[in-house]
């Protein structure tokens, strides 16, 4: 089965802290995708690479880095927390053979004080 | 860029009655159109899938139609049971390599299933 593996399930960090939201995958996949879920406003894209030390921006990329250093590893960056950054957050990947069928990690909830 | 519109928000059924989720889309290039079950707690998974060469799909109680010309697709899922209650997302994307998977999800929708 494949696996997205999120680091933390629950968050709480400081307005103004440096936020480091990690996502490891184990099935070799090339696509991974950082999405932010909020009521009502489904699913947005936040970042997303298609190959190491590559990124793309999604479209909601305000107040957020990435890094992809190994191919397993996506992590979520946010500079300096703000509270409006309170949300769930889910990565996914998927190969890019098909490039569209993405696996979900069970996501992070951060909330920022 | 695309754009993704899912109705309804939330829909109650009895148990053994059907459930119908419907979405439209506004990029006539789409032609991948997921959807995910996401259950409390969970990440979301993926329950059926359907691509632009065909019209409808189905697996065991749930089903998905394509209406490329109106650009829109739905869900239904017959006889529900309690354990089809869940957030239903539906997806649509460009499906080649340039566009790296990128998927545009709908809002949701809250299926709650009552005995």
């Known amino acids: 089965d494949v696996k997205v593996t999120q680091s933390s399930r629950y968050l709480v960090k400081r307005t103004g802290e440096k936020v480091f939201l990690e996502c490891v995958q184990d099935m070799d996949h090339e696509n991974m995708f950082w999405y932010r879920q909020d009521p009502g406003l489904g699913l947005r894209l936040i970042y997303f690479?298609?190959?190491?030390?590559?990124?793309e921006k999604g479209d909601i990329p305000e107040g957020y880095s990435v890094s992809r250093e190994k191919k397993e590893r996506f992590s979520l960056i946010l500079e300096s927390a703000s509270t409006n950054q309170t949300s769930m957050y889910l990565c996914?990947?998927?190969?890019?053979?098909?490039?569209?069928?993405?696996?979900f990690g069970q996501g992070t909830r951060l909330t920022v004080v | 860029g695309e754009n993704v519109e899912q109705h309804p928000s939330t829909l109650s059924v009895q148990e053994g009655d059907s459930a119908v989720i419907k979405c439209t889309y506004s990029?006539?290039?789409?032609?991948?159109f997921p959807w995910y079950k996401q259950e409390l707690g969970k990440g979301p998974q993926l329950i059926i899938d359907i691509r632009s060469n065909v019209g409808e799909k189905k697996d065991q109680r749930i089903a998905v139609t394509l209406n490329k010309t109106a650009k829109h697709f739905s869900l239904h899922i017959t006889e529900t049971q309690p354990e089809d209650s869940a957030v239903y997302f539906c997806?649509?994307?460009?499906?080649?390599?340039?566009?790296?998977?990128?998927?545009?999800f709908g809002a949701g929708t809250q299926v709650v299933v009552t005995p």
């Open positions: 996914a990947s998927s190969t890019r053979v098909t490039g569209v069928d993405a696996f």
């Open positions: 997806a649509a994307s460009i499906g080649t390599t340039d566009s790296w998977g990128k998927l545009q």
């Open positions: 690479s298609y190959d190491v030390k590559m990124k």
């Open positions: 990029d006539s290039a789409s032609n991948y």
